[in-house]
């Protein structure tokens, strides 16, 4: 069993920024690539960022220049910084891992977070 653990959500002003924290723990073999979605009100879920085992980053365009990802492999954890956030990157956030679980061979499962509330007020 793997679980996704979010932290870091909350309200704040344009301009401001926020981090969110994603730890993954369980019967872990290997954490391949880590991430963040959002869903905005009343839109379908989209990639915000992620990032490989190695050290690779994809950004949506949306966010480039403000946002960061990082990654503790030791702790596989992902952190997102977010600076100068806008009204439009209100959402729900999600955490995604793509992970290897111990006795899965080397079998890849998807797994979610629960979510968290970024809100961000003009």
């Known amino acids: 069993q793997v679980q996704l653990v979010e932290s870091g959500g909350g309200l704040v002003q344009a301009g401001g920024s926020l981090r969110l924290s994603c730890a993954a723990s369980?019967?872990?073999?290997?954490?391949?690539?880590m991430g963040w979605y959002r869903q905005p009100p009343g839109k379908e879920r989209e990639l915000v960022a992620a990032?490989?085992?190695?050290?690779?980053?994809n950004y949506a365009d949306s966010v480039k220049g403000r946002f960061a990802l990082s990654r503790d492999n030791a702790k596989n954890t992902v952190y997102l910084q977010m600076n100068s956030l806008k009204p439009e990157d209100t959402a729900v956030y999600y955490c995604?891992?793509?992970?290897?679980?111990?006795?899965?061979?080397?079998?890849?499962?998807?797994?979610w977070g629960q979510g968290t509330q970024v809100t961000v007020s003009s």
């Open positions: 369980g019967t872990i073999f290997r954490v391949n690539i």
């Open positions: 990032i490989t085992s190695g050290g690779s980053t």
């Open positions: 995604n891992a793509v992970v290897v679980p111990i006795g899965f061979g080397y079998m890849e499962y998807n797994y």
